[in-house]
């Protein structure tokens, strides 16, 4: 599928994402900056946790207040709660630090319960007809933009800019970042109409063992991706293989690289054999878990990772498009709400597991996480060899 022929609006909703992609950057900065200032990963996993539950009561409270939230608001929203999150990084210094990083953590907690929006403005915007093929698209444009940002930031920020008041000045032009990104989002993309809103009511559906087996899945996907997030993966590369921001985005440039190169595999892909793209993708997390298990050499890090990153890639536009399978479109909002949900209860206490599990040995949360892809993969390969054909797109 060529740019061109790609609706205008879904254009523009395309490349709000690579303007938005450098900012994601912070993801790695902040667990890093805490660890410069002299916290231990496992402290950094257990800070995480708590704020984790202390955003609890107000997520809730917030839920209840918003019962229903347009789209358009809600992306704006996303970007305005992470821009006043990353000022409140930037102030994080002195007495106030402990109190700046508290509130702008539970900012950045409140801003993923509006997440579920992606997915669901995507729903709206990609005509169904060709979806998988645009968000192909959707996949690209994003990395080429994070395979230009980030090694440039990361060499600023790895070898001239190296103190810890350089990252929180970093946080401050990502938070004034934020200023355009909402302005975009206000001024060039569409209302998606009243009857497309992020709902916090209570979610019904039929749960049958088709559903009951996705959300297995998914939890165990959530799960495994949770325990070894950004904070594992700094840990290891900066504070056991002694190597700098740089090299970690060179992983993330290594990553965008594949994810290009595979959207243009998933373009060509079968419909009809998704089944055996999902299995393929999570056999290949399997392998990452496995080699990075194994205390690899950075570049064998590097190699793992893009593993990695093609397995998610490859099975990326089937899983959403199983995930769409269970609900129409016009409840498709209230469906991504309830699978946040789910996945936030995953997430709360993870990052205590991953900074534990780092803190006992720097590369353990990734041989959990084998464990748990391969359960995934394996539930994913007994359905279809059940049903008619092991590449059966019905699962």
Request: proline share 5%; hydrophobic share 50%.
């Amino acid at each position: 599928m060529k740019w061109r022929e790609i609706p205008p609006n879904a254009r523009r909703y395309m490349l709000y994402h690579v303007f938005v992609t450098p900012g994601l950057i912070c993801w790695y900065l902040l667990p890093l900056y805490l660890m410069m200032t002299g916290l231990s990963v496992f402290e950094v996993g257990w800070l995480f946790t708590i704020i984790n539950l202390l955003s609890i009561p107000l997520t809730y409270l917030i839920c209840k207040r918003f019962d229903r939230v347009p789209v358009k608001r809600g992306l704006i929203t996303i970007d305005m709660l992470d821009g006043v999150a990353y000022t409140f990084y930037f102030l994080a210094k002195g007495a106030f630090a402990p109190f700046a990083l508290l509130i702008g953590r539970m900012l950045e907690e409140i801003s993923f319960l509006f997440y579920p929006l992606y997915p669901a403005y995507e729903r709206i915007i990609y005509p169904r007809e060709r979806r998988s093929e645009i968000l192909s698209w959707h996949l690209r444009l994003p990395e080429v933009s994070s395979m230009v940002s980030f090694p440039l930031i990361g060499y600023l920020l790895g070898y001239i800019f190296t103190k810890p008041y350089h990252y929180r000045s970093a946080f401050l032009l990502f938070g004034l970042l934020t200023v355009f990104t909402v302005w975009y989002l206000w001024k060039f993309l569409p209302e998606a109409g009243e009857k497309e809103r992020l709902s916090f009511e209570k979610f019904s559906f039929k749960f049958d063992r088709k559903f009951a087996l996705f959300i297995t899945v998914d939890s165990l996907i959530t799960l495994a991706g949770s325990i070894t997030p950004e904070l594992v993966l700094i840990n290891y590369v900066v504070f056991t293989l002694k190597k700098t921001i740089f090299e970690v985005t060179l992983i993330e440039a290594g990553m965008a690289a594949v994810t290009i190169f595979v959207t243009f595999l998933t373009e060509r892909a079968k419909n009809e054999w998704a089944g055996i793209y999902m299995i393929s993708g999570l056999g290949s997390l399997v392998l990452y878990s496995l080699i990075m298990g194994s205390s690899p050499s950075f570049v064998m890090t590097l190699f793992a990772y893009v593993i990695m990153r093609f397995g998610s890639s490859l099975m990326f536009p089937f899983y959403r498009d199983w995930m769409w399978s269970f609900i129409p479109s016009e409840r498709s909002a209230q469906l991504h709400g309830a699978l946040s949900s789910l996945r936030r209860s995953i997430k709360i206490i993870s990052p205590f597991l991953a900074g534990w599990q780092a803190f006992v040995h720097p590369v353990l949360p990734y041989i959990t996480g084998a464990f748990l892809y391969s359960i995934a993969a394996a539930l994913i390969l007994v359905w279809n060899i059940r049903i008619k054909g092991f590449g059966n797109r019905s699962f």
